[in-house]
Structure formats: structure tokens, C-alpha cells
């Protein structure tokens, strides 16, 4: 067996581990779904989590992604390439737009993927959507990342 087998083994293992302490909580007010960490938490799981948030502050779209890039990482297989794990851009516009405007720091994600990808003549929502996909490879890379780090 390879060692980036092993090493895939253990960064499965773990984050199948850490995907299971985040809860999903609803807000009474607003019938919101969002994740938290569970009481139980492991100090290398907030150090995961801290790591992932970049320059934002706790950020519930975040977290959100974390857990669904520790999910993703988790149902891989030893002998997948870890690299390949993608969380998938939200479909609906509503959510696209709710993501642009929950933090205007998002508005630099559409920005890099205007540039990157020669948008320059993209409808918005397009420009929103590569944007946030940015966003999520990024939380996705840091997540792999961190948990790479310890495995290692």
C-alpha cells in the first residue's frame, strides 16, 4: 500500500470523526437551518473550523461548508484522490443572492472568478455563481488541508 493511501485513510477516518460533532440547529424566527459545533468538540476540530473561517469571522455559510467538505471528504474511498473533493455550488438563486449578501467580503470571490474564468461579459447571477463556488473550493482546500496536517 501506498503511503498517500495511509494518509488518505487517516484524513477519512478523521473526517468522519469531526463531521460528527456539528449539530443542525433551525432558528425559531426565521425556519433557517444552520450548524454548530456540538458541546463534545475537540480542541484539533476548532482548530480545524478557526482555520477554515480565513479572514471571516464565525460565518454560519461557513460552517455550513465545512461540515459538508468533512461529509464529502469522509465518503471517500483510501485509494480516491482527496484533491477531487468538491462541495457544490447552491442551484437556486434565492440562495445565491442571500449568500453575496451575508458578508461583503463574498463580493471579492465574484470579483477572482471575473478574472479568472474571462466573465467579463457574464449575467450577474453567473458572476455569483462561479463566486461562490470559489468560495466553497476555498473552505473545501483549507479543510482538506488542516486535516492533512493532522495526519501526518
Not at 23 to 39: A, G, M, P, W
Not at 72 to 84: H, I, K, T, V
Amino acid at each position: 500500500m501506498k503511503p498517500s493511501n495511509q494518509i488518505n485513510e487517516k484524513v477519512i477516518t478523521k473526517a468522519k470523526e469531526f463531521s460528527e460533532h456539528f449539530t443542525k440547529i433551525v432558528h425559531q424566527e426565521t425556519n433557517r437551518e444552520f450548524y454548530v459545533l456540538d458541546d463534545a468538540v475537540l480542541p484539533a476540530l476548532e482548530d480545524l473550523v478557526r482555520a477554515a473561517h480565513g479572514e471571516f469571522f464565525p460565518d454560519d455559510f461557513r460552517y455550513e461548508v465545512i461540515y459538508s467538505a468533512l461529509l464529502a471528504l469522509a465518503e471517500c474511498r483510501s485509494e480516491d484522490d482527496l484533491e477531487e473533493v468538491r462541495v457544490e455550488v447552491d442551484v437556486y438563486s434565492h440562495d445565491l443572492i442571500r449568500w453575496l449578501g451575508s458578508n461583503l467580503k463574498r463580493i471579492a470571490y465574484c470579483d477572482e472568478a471575473q478574472s479568472e474564468f474571462g466573465l467579463e461579459m457574464a449575467d450577474v447571477m453567473t458572476l455569483i455563481t462561479y463566486g461562490q463556488q470559489r468560495e466553497k473550493d476555498e473552505i473545501v482546500d483549507l479543510v482538506r488541508e488542516e486535516l492533512i496536517s493532522l495526519c501526518t
